[in-house]
């Protein structure tokens, strides 16, 4: 198991993985998504993160990093995408990559890490309360556009 960020010949992996996230669709290659790679590839502040199992991306998060005013202008970071692939599952690959997303948060001097999870299993809010998460300190509200 390699944990490291994601590379532009990532790409398809990525997409790939990412069908197991709330049922997405493969997207089909073209200008508009190439072009978003790279955008992503060239923010400073995004960043990917990916478990390569024999060369294939096995899971992943997302972490961005926030500039800030408050909190001294420390950043905060936000983490989304977390996912692994069915066969990885239960072998630590996504709390690997979580706390390489720590690694790059404290790297910033980030004062928190947000997280946000859809899931109402217990084994998934059990397991990010064993990543270091927690679901005391704020409520979360989101709008959907």
Aim: aromatic share 8%.
């Amino acid at each position: 198991m390699i944990i490291r960020e994601a590379k532009e010949a990532d790409l398809q992996g990525l997409l790939h993985l990412y069908t197991q996230l709330h049922s997405n669709e493969l997207p089909d290659n073209s200008k508009k998504l190439n072009a978003l790679w790279q955008r992503i590839l060239l923010d400073n502040n995004h960043h990917i993160v990916v478990a390569e199992v024999n060369g294939q991306i096995a899971s992943s998060c997302v972490i961005v990093i926030i500039p800030n005013l408050t909190h001294q202008q420390r950043p905060y970071a936000l983490i989304e995408n977390v996912v692994t692939a069915e066969p990885f599952r239960k072998k630590g690959l996504a709390t690997a990559c979580l706390g390489y997303a720590k690694a790059i948060a404290s790297s910033e001097d980030c004062y928190k890490i947000m997280l946000l999870t859809g899931s109402k299993q217990d084994s998934t809010l059990n397991f990010y309360e064993r990543a270091g998460y927690n679901k005391n300190d704020k409520t979360a509200f989101i709008m959907w556009l």
